[in-house]
């Protein structure tokens, strides 16, 4: 169940939700006079809810390409490409850490 307080409790009881905020990983919502003001959550449950939001958003753009083409490519040509793109990045960044020595 949701923790719905009233902002007044941010600036008297700051460490109370903190507590809650970390010990759950759930959000505070935060009221004023009465209606939703704000929501309270921790770095890291935030941190998670932009990851799942990311990756939510790479499926449903991956789901609409699906879609729109018929072309589909086997698990040997995505590694590959990776792979290749990995290498091409470690390359890069040898390259620039070599002219900073």
Known sequence: ????????DLRNNFADIS?????????VFLTKNG?????VMSMEAYERKLFESD??????EA???????NKRFSHEEVFSDLRA???DK???DNVSASRTT
């Open 1 to 8: 169940m949701p923790q719905i307080r009233p902002v007044s």
């Open 19 to 27: 507590r809650v905020v970390h010990e759950t990983s759930e959000p």
């Open 35 to 39: 209606y939703g003001d704000m929501v």
């Open 55 to 60: 990756i939510y958003f790479k499926l449903k």
């Open 63 to 69: 789901e609409l390409e699906a879609k729109s083409t």
């Open 85 to 87: 793109g990995l290498v």
């Open 90 to 92: 470690v390359n890069k």
